[in-house]
DNA sequence: GAGAATTCTGACCAATTGGTCAACAGACGT
DNA sequence: ACGTCTGTTGACCAATTGGTCAGAATTCTC
């Protein structure tokens, strides 16, 4: 047998259907169980077992637990950077911003476990997204804060500061999904109605756009 | 030796200098670990090398990992309830949504890991809390939102959600607390300047009295 | 300062955990 | 039908982890 031919030279050769399939799964596992508790609290068998394989199955894919973790981590958090980038200079401040906080919000109702993935993570201290933070995201929020500044010296937007304002949409729009457990247990069977959520929308949106009309 | 004189029995006895000194410094360590890494991810060695104690000594004060945690989370959890407790039914709804946002602010920036102690057991399906949130918070929850719509329907305050309100003021200040390391990598030293926390609070303050004015 | 209670510790243990490996089972092109 | 590469697994291992215990050290009480 080839030596290279293994979990990690795979990489190199042409991918497998049931190597997609099975990577997939796997990655699925990582985000259930790492979403819930952490990268400390998870264990592979977990992980292996919600995926549905024995434990050295799993690790023929990936070799090491962090492997998942930065796997997982790496295919969710493009998604999380694309709703700001969206955020178009050249628009409406009211407009931009509720469709910001809109499609922020449907972010959180589509993907929690990915929002509490990164909650997770930056609690412990973002040791792998922390480069990430520092750089993209970092230029992004500078960016966009910049426009936000344009918007408020041309009088469209009351002065506010800009970093603060998209932390409160970030914090507002995450809350529903990071402490569904808590909202659930606050509101109980309200949450499962269908104007629950066109309700958190149009609460936010309305707050926001007073908060920051001028 | 008195069987019954040990750790666990020693709560009816009269408690000691040394064992009030030796409980706090592990709820300390506690409240530091289990704050970054949750239940599960923390160790008790962890716990025992923060608080600079052996691991079998500290398990004379708190013979079980459960312990530690029930501990940690028992004493704060009251503190964290309070502030919504002081909003006045009597006062003037826009001085009293400030100064909860304040009194919010204030706890996150005083009590951080607490705040995260919080956010990890949510995130992780409130094993602990849940209770108390499906009980006294909720009960809270509901008797300050019958507040809040008395406010509006009296037309002293725009007609907004209460309890989505309060899930916003929730989220925004515990923000500054649970994302501190993302707030961090986006502001930068900026976050130092004695002007960062005044800044947030008059951005706060100010987006949610434009939002709830009449 | 003797005796008793409390506090502290090294040595230890069983269970869990991350990870390996040799060998077996299937898939697939020829 | 064959050989080869891919996929799967039980058995295993060393390290970590939660927790125990007998006894040593310290503190407290009289």
Same mark, same amino acid.
């Given at each position: 047998m080839n030596p290279t031919n293994t979990?990690?030279?795979r990489q190199t050769r042409k991918r497998t259907r049931i190597q997609e399939?099975?990577?997939?799964?796997?990655?699925?596992a990582g985000l259930e169980v790492f979403s819930t508790y952490g990268f400390r609290g998870a264990t592979i068998d977990q992980i292996a077992a919600v995926a549905k394989m024995t434990k050295p199955n799993l690790l023929y894919y990936f070799r090491r637990k962090e492997d998942?973790?930065?796997?997982v981590l790496n295919r969710t958090h493009e998604t999380w950077l694309q709703p700001l980038e969206h955020l178009n200079p050249e628009g409406d401040p009211a407009s931009e911003i509720t469709a910001y906080i809109d499609r922020k919000l449907e972010l959180a109702r589509e993907s929690p476990k @990915?929002? &509490?993935l990164f909650a997770m993570e930056i609690i412990q201290g973002a040791p792998v997204l922390r480069p990430i933070l520092e750089g993209r995201l970092k230029t992004l929020v500078d960016e966009k804060a910049a426009v936000i500044r344009r918007w408020i010296a041309?009088?469209?937007?009351?002065?506010?500061d800009p970093y603060h304002l998209i932390f409160m949409i970030w914090a507002t729009t995450q809350h529903y999904a990071d402490f569904e457990i808590q909202i659930r247990a606050i509101?109980?069977?309200r949450m499962e109605r269908p104007e629950y959520l066109?309700? @958190?929308? &149009?609460t936010l949106d309305g707050v926001f756009l007073r908060g920051v009309g001028k």
């Open positions: 979990a990690r030279a399939v099975n990577e997939e799964r796997i990655l699925d998942i973790y930065l796997a @990915a929002s &509490r041309e009088g469209r937007m009351a002065p506010i509101l109980g069977e066109e309700t @958190a929308k &149009r």
